[in-house]
Protein backbone atom coordinates (compact mmCIF):
# COMPACT_ATOMS: atom_id res chain seq x y z
CA UNK A 1 0.00 0.00 0.00
CA UNK A 2 2.95 2.43 0.82
CA UNK A 3 4.74 2.18 -2.54
CA UNK A 4 1.16 2.25 -4.12
CA UNK A 5 0.43 6.17 -2.51
CA UNK A 6 4.24 6.92 -3.81
CA UNK A 7 3.57 6.35 -7.69
CA UNK A 8 3.13 9.63 -9.66
CA UNK A 9 0.56 10.96 -11.55
CA UNK A 10 0.61 9.31 -14.37
CA UNK A 11 0.77 5.97 -12.95
CA UNK A 12 -2.46 5.67 -11.28
CA UNK A 13 -3.53 2.27 -9.55
CA UNK A 14 -6.86 1.80 -7.65
CA UNK A 15 -6.00 0.64 -3.78
CA UNK A 16 -9.50 -0.93 -4.52
CA UNK A 17 -8.32 -3.67 -6.81
CA UNK A 18 -5.83 -4.56 -3.83
CA UNK A 19 -9.21 -5.47 -1.24
CA UNK A 20 -10.66 -7.56 -3.09
CA UNK A 21 -9.24 -10.69 -1.36
CA UNK A 22 -9.75 -8.85 1.97
CA UNK A 23 -13.22 -8.97 1.34
CA UNK A 24 -14.14 -12.64 0.80
CA UNK A 25 -12.02 -13.64 3.50
CA UNK A 26 -14.16 -11.65 5.30
CA UNK A 27 -17.45 -12.86 4.04
CA UNK A 28 -15.82 -16.47 4.60
CA UNK A 29 -15.71 -15.86 8.15
CA UNK A 30 -18.53 -14.27 8.50
CA UNK A 31 -20.08 -17.38 6.73
CA UNK A 32 -18.40 -19.90 8.80
CA UNK A 33 -19.25 -18.12 12.25
CA UNK A 34 -22.99 -18.02 10.44
CA UNK A 35 -23.00 -22.11 10.22
CA UNK A 36 -21.04 -22.77 13.31
CA UNK A 37 -23.59 -21.06 15.14
CA UNK A 38 -26.79 -21.37 13.11
CA UNK A 39 -27.50 -17.49 12.96
CA UNK A 40 -29.40 -16.04 9.83
CA UNK A 41 -27.04 -13.65 9.12
CA UNK A 42 -27.23 -14.70 5.38
CA UNK A 43 -30.23 -15.20 2.81
CA UNK A 44 -28.92 -16.85 -0.76
CA UNK A 45 -30.75 -14.49 -2.64
CA UNK A 46 -29.97 -11.67 -1.23
CA UNK A 47 -26.37 -12.52 -1.19
CA UNK A 48 -26.35 -13.41 -4.95
CA UNK A 49 -28.14 -10.45 -5.87
CA UNK A 50 -25.76 -8.48 -3.58
CA UNK A 51 -22.85 -10.09 -5.80
CA UNK A 52 -24.38 -9.29 -9.75
CA UNK A 53 -24.84 -5.87 -8.10
CA UNK A 54 -21.15 -5.35 -6.84
CA UNK A 55 -20.12 -7.02 -10.62
CA UNK A 56 -21.74 -4.01 -12.57
CA UNK A 57 -20.08 -1.60 -10.28
CA UNK A 58 -16.79 -2.96 -10.41
CA UNK A 59 -17.36 -2.56 -14.16
CA UNK A 60 -18.99 1.04 -14.35
CA UNK A 61 -16.48 2.05 -11.49
CA UNK A 62 -13.57 1.09 -13.91
CA UNK A 63 -15.32 3.23 -16.42
CA UNK A 64 -15.73 6.27 -14.25
CA UNK A 65 -12.38 5.64 -12.47
CA UNK A 66 -10.90 6.54 -16.12
CA UNK A 67 -13.08 9.76 -17.12
CA UNK A 68 -12.73 11.10 -13.31
CA UNK A 69 -8.60 10.56 -13.45
CA UNK A 70 -9.05 12.73 -16.53
CA UNK A 71 -10.97 15.11 -15.30
CA UNK A 72 -8.94 15.80 -12.25
CA UNK A 73 -5.80 15.48 -14.10
CA UNK A 74 -7.47 18.49 -16.62
CA UNK A 75 -8.45 20.28 -13.05
CA UNK A 76 -5.20 20.38 -11.18
CA UNK A 77 -3.37 22.35 -13.86
CA UNK A 78 -5.67 25.27 -12.59
CA UNK A 79 -4.93 24.93 -8.85
CA UNK A 80 -4.20 27.02 -6.24
CA UNK A 81 -1.24 25.66 -4.53
CA UNK A 82 1.13 22.57 -4.64
CA UNK A 83 0.40 20.06 -2.34
CA UNK A 84 3.32 17.74 -2.33
CA UNK A 85 2.75 13.89 -1.74
CA UNK A 86 4.36 14.22 2.36
CA UNK A 87 3.48 12.36 5.18
CA UNK A 88 1.83 15.53 6.79
CA UNK A 89 -0.59 15.77 3.53
CA UNK A 90 -1.57 12.61 3.64
CA UNK A 91 -3.00 13.34 7.20
CA UNK A 92 -4.57 16.66 5.77
CA UNK A 93 -6.39 14.61 3.06
CA UNK A 94 -7.41 11.72 5.27
CA UNK A 95 -9.82 14.53 7.14
CA UNK A 96 -10.71 16.41 3.84
CA UNK A 97 -11.48 13.30 2.09
CA UNK A 98 -13.62 12.19 4.95
CA UNK A 99 -15.50 15.18 5.41
CA UNK A 100 -16.40 15.47 1.73
CA UNK A 101 -17.97 12.11 1.80
CA UNK A 102 -19.97 12.77 4.83
CA UNK A 103 -21.52 15.55 2.84
CA UNK A 104 -21.62 13.36 -0.67
CA UNK A 105 -23.88 10.70 1.79
CA UNK A 106 -25.90 12.80 3.12
CA UNK A 107 -27.02 14.40 0.14
CA UNK A 108 -27.47 10.75 -0.96
CA UNK A 109 -30.54 10.40 1.68
CA UNK A 110 -31.50 14.10 1.52
CA UNK A 111 -32.13 14.85 -2.13
CA UNK A 112 -34.73 12.65 -3.71
CA UNK A 113 -32.65 11.90 -6.89
CA UNK A 114 -29.48 11.41 -5.34
CA UNK A 115 -31.45 8.68 -2.81
CA UNK A 116 -32.66 6.77 -5.94
CA UNK A 117 -29.02 6.01 -6.90
CA UNK A 118 -27.88 5.17 -3.48
CA UNK A 119 -31.33 3.87 -2.06
CA UNK A 120 -29.90 -0.26 -3.44
CA UNK A 121 -27.27 -0.38 -0.94
CA UNK A 122 -29.93 -0.06 1.87
CA UNK A 123 -32.51 -2.23 0.45
CA UNK A 124 -31.33 -5.62 1.73
CA UNK A 125 -33.30 -6.64 4.87
CA UNK A 126 -29.76 -8.29 5.80
CA UNK A 127 -26.31 -6.55 7.01
CA UNK A 128 -23.30 -8.68 6.15
CA UNK A 129 -20.02 -8.26 4.34
CA UNK A 130 -21.42 -8.71 1.14
CA UNK A 131 -24.09 -6.38 1.77
CA UNK A 132 -21.11 -3.97 1.90
CA UNK A 133 -20.95 -4.72 -2.04
CA UNK A 134 -24.68 -4.07 -2.34
CA UNK A 135 -23.33 -0.89 -4.11
CA UNK A 136 -25.73 1.21 -6.86
CA UNK A 137 -24.83 1.27 -10.37
CA UNK A 138 -25.61 4.64 -11.08
CA UNK A 139 -23.70 5.99 -8.73
CA UNK A 140 -20.32 4.61 -9.39
CA UNK A 141 -20.61 6.54 -12.18
CA UNK A 142 -20.21 10.17 -11.22
CA UNK A 143 -19.99 10.08 -7.58
CA UNK A 144 -16.59 10.98 -7.98
CA UNK A 145 -17.27 14.55 -9.16
CA UNK A 146 -18.05 15.53 -5.83
CA UNK A 147 -14.23 15.92 -5.27
CA UNK A 148 -13.70 17.86 -8.11
CA UNK A 149 -12.37 20.68 -6.00
CA UNK A 150 -9.79 18.86 -4.37
CA UNK A 151 -7.38 18.63 -7.39
CA UNK A 152 -8.37 22.39 -7.39
CA UNK A 153 -6.80 23.26 -4.35
CA UNK A 154 -3.71 21.26 -4.82
CA UNK A 155 -3.77 17.82 -4.01
CA UNK A 156 -2.65 15.40 -7.25
CA UNK A 157 -4.90 13.46 -8.69
CA UNK A 158 -3.58 9.69 -7.68
CA UNK A 159 -3.95 11.00 -3.93
CA UNK A 160 -7.51 11.92 -4.22
CA UNK A 161 -8.61 8.85 -6.09
CA UNK A 162 -6.64 6.73 -3.87
CA UNK A 163 -7.94 8.43 -0.60
CA UNK A 164 -11.64 8.01 -2.31
CA UNK A 165 -10.72 4.25 -2.53
CA UNK A 166 -9.32 3.70 1.09
CA UNK A 167 -12.22 5.64 2.97
CA UNK A 168 -14.51 2.81 0.96
CA UNK A 169 -12.24 0.20 1.97
CA UNK A 170 -12.61 0.95 5.86
CA UNK A 171 -16.08 1.38 5.54
CA UNK A 172 -16.31 -2.39 4.28
CA UNK A 173 -15.50 -3.85 7.71
CA UNK A 174 -18.72 -1.97 9.08
CA UNK A 175 -21.19 -4.48 7.61
CA UNK A 176 -21.41 -6.72 10.37
CA UNK A 177 -23.75 -7.43 13.30
CA UNK A 178 -20.92 -9.40 14.68
CA UNK A 179 -18.76 -7.18 16.16
CA UNK A 180 -20.13 -4.98 19.24
CA UNK A 181 -19.45 -1.76 20.50
CA UNK A 182 -15.28 -1.01 20.69
CA UNK A 183 -15.45 1.19 23.61
CA UNK A 184 -13.71 4.46 23.15
CA UNK A 185 -12.93 3.79 19.24
CA UNK A 186 -16.64 4.75 19.66
CA UNK A 187 -16.19 8.57 20.24
CA UNK A 188 -14.47 9.44 16.92
CA UNK A 189 -14.24 6.19 14.39
CA UNK A 190 -17.04 5.20 12.28
CA UNK A 191 -17.84 1.47 13.83
CA UNK A 192 -20.12 -1.52 12.80
CA UNK A 193 -22.04 -0.10 15.71
CA UNK A 194 -22.86 3.37 14.34
CA UNK A 195 -22.99 1.91 11.00
CA UNK A 196 -25.73 -0.69 12.01
CA UNK A 197 -27.59 2.52 12.73
CA UNK A 198 -27.51 4.06 9.74
CA UNK A 199 -28.09 0.70 7.84
CA UNK A 200 -31.53 0.31 9.82
CA UNK A 201 -35.16 1.08 8.91
CA UNK A 202 -36.28 2.18 13.15
CA UNK A 203 -37.74 6.01 12.14
CA UNK A 204 -35.27 7.24 15.42
CA UNK A 205 -32.26 5.71 12.87
CA UNK A 206 -33.14 6.98 9.70
CA UNK A 207 -30.80 9.32 7.96
CA UNK A 208 -28.16 9.04 11.02
CA UNK A 209 -24.26 8.40 10.92
CA UNK A 210 -23.67 9.30 7.56
CA UNK A 211 -19.66 8.93 8.85
CA UNK A 212 -17.13 7.15 6.27
CA UNK A 213 -14.06 7.09 8.87
CA UNK A 214 -14.69 9.60 11.32
CA UNK A 215 -18.04 10.14 13.50
CA UNK A 216 -16.92 13.28 14.37
CA UNK A 217 -18.49 14.81 11.50
CA UNK A 218 -22.47 13.59 12.56
CA UNK A 219 -21.64 14.65 16.26
CA UNK A 220 -20.62 18.52 14.66
CA UNK A 221 -23.38 18.96 12.59
CA UNK A 222 -26.43 16.99 13.25
CA UNK A 223 -26.33 13.38 12.68
CA UNK A 224 -25.76 11.48 15.30
CA UNK A 225 -27.34 8.36 16.84
CA UNK A 226 -26.21 5.99 19.02
CA UNK A 227 -27.30 2.25 18.80
CA UNK A 228 -30.07 1.60 21.58
CA UNK A 229 -32.94 -0.46 20.69
CA UNK A 230 -32.06 -3.25 18.03
CA UNK A 231 -31.99 -2.32 14.22
CA UNK A 232 -34.65 -3.71 11.68
CA UNK A 233 -32.31 -3.25 8.19
CA UNK A 234 -33.95 -2.72 5.22
CA UNK A 235 -36.51 0.39 3.96
CA UNK A 236 -39.46 1.96 5.39
CA UNK A 237 -41.30 -0.13 2.44
CA UNK A 238 -39.12 -2.79 1.49
CA UNK A 239 -38.62 -3.99 -1.63
CA UNK A 240 -39.31 -7.91 -1.56
CA UNK A 241 -36.84 -8.54 -4.70
CA UNK A 242 -34.17 -10.16 -5.20
CA UNK A 243 -33.93 -8.79 -9.62
CA UNK A 244 -30.88 -6.89 -9.48
CA UNK A 245 -32.34 -4.36 -12.25
CA UNK A 246 -35.44 -3.89 -10.00
CA UNK A 247 -32.84 -3.20 -7.13
CA UNK A 248 -31.07 -0.72 -9.19
CA UNK A 249 -33.45 1.29 -10.69
CA UNK A 250 -36.83 1.08 -9.02
CA UNK A 251 -36.30 4.06 -7.17
CA UNK A 252 -35.87 6.24 -10.26
CA UNK A 253 -39.18 4.83 -11.70
CA UNK A 254 -40.91 5.68 -8.48
CA UNK A 255 -40.16 9.37 -8.93
CA UNK A 256 -41.10 9.06 -12.75
CA UNK A 257 -44.52 8.40 -11.25
CA UNK A 258 -44.38 11.38 -9.12
CA UNK A 259 -43.69 13.19 -11.19
CA UNK A 260 -46.52 12.94 -14.00
CA UNK A 261 -48.90 13.82 -11.21
CA UNK A 262 -47.39 16.83 -9.99
CA UNK A 263 -49.59 19.86 -10.57
CA UNK A 264 -47.06 22.48 -11.51
CA UNK A 265 -43.79 22.78 -11.83
CA UNK A 266 -42.65 23.87 -8.40
CA UNK A 267 -44.14 20.71 -7.34
CA UNK A 268 -42.43 18.00 -10.03
CA UNK A 269 -38.99 19.83 -8.32
CA UNK A 270 -39.53 18.86 -4.99
CA UNK A 271 -40.83 15.67 -6.37
CA UNK A 272 -37.05 15.55 -7.71
CA UNK A 273 -34.99 17.51 -5.36
CA UNK A 274 -37.07 17.54 -2.03
CA UNK A 275 -36.34 14.64 0.63
CA UNK A 276 -37.53 11.03 -0.22
CA UNK A 277 -41.04 10.54 1.05
CA UNK A 278 -42.10 14.13 0.68
CA UNK A 279 -45.63 14.94 -0.62
CA UNK A 280 -47.73 17.76 -1.02
CA UNK A 281 -50.63 16.33 1.00
CA UNK A 282 -48.37 14.55 3.48
CA UNK A 283 -49.98 11.13 2.42
CA UNK A 284 -45.97 10.08 2.34
CA UNK A 285 -43.43 11.67 4.67
CA UNK A 286 -40.15 12.55 4.70
CA UNK A 287 -37.41 10.87 7.86
CA UNK A 288 -37.65 14.23 9.84
CA UNK A 289 -41.20 13.99 9.70
CA UNK A 290 -41.70 10.42 10.98
CA UNK A 291 -39.26 11.79 13.91
CA UNK A 292 -41.20 14.55 14.55
CA UNK A 293 -44.33 12.70 14.85
CA UNK A 294 -42.45 10.00 17.17
CA UNK A 295 -41.36 12.57 19.32
CA UNK A 296 -44.82 14.12 19.18
CA UNK A 297 -46.31 10.74 20.65
CA UNK A 298 -43.81 10.12 23.05
CA UNK A 299 -43.99 13.94 25.10
CA UNK A 300 -48.13 12.84 25.32
Known amino acids: MLELLKKPIHDYTDPASFAIPYYFILIGIELYINTKQ ?39 QYRLFNIPSTWWAWILIVFVDDFNYYWYHRWHHEVRIFWAAHVNHHSSQKLNFSTALRQPWTVALYYKAFWFWLPLIGFQPWMVMSMMSINLIYQYWTHTTLIGKLGFLEWFMNTPSHHRVHH ?101
Not at 202 to 231: C, M, R, S
Request: glycine share 8%; charged share 20%.
Open 200 to 300: ASNVKYLDKNHAGIFIIWDKLFGTFQEEEETPVYGLTTNLNSYNPIHIAFYEYGSIWKDARKSKSFSELLKYIFYPPGWSPDGSTKTSKQLQKEMLAKKSV
Open 38 to 76: KMELYEKKDTCANLVLALGTGFLGTVGIAIFYALFTFLY
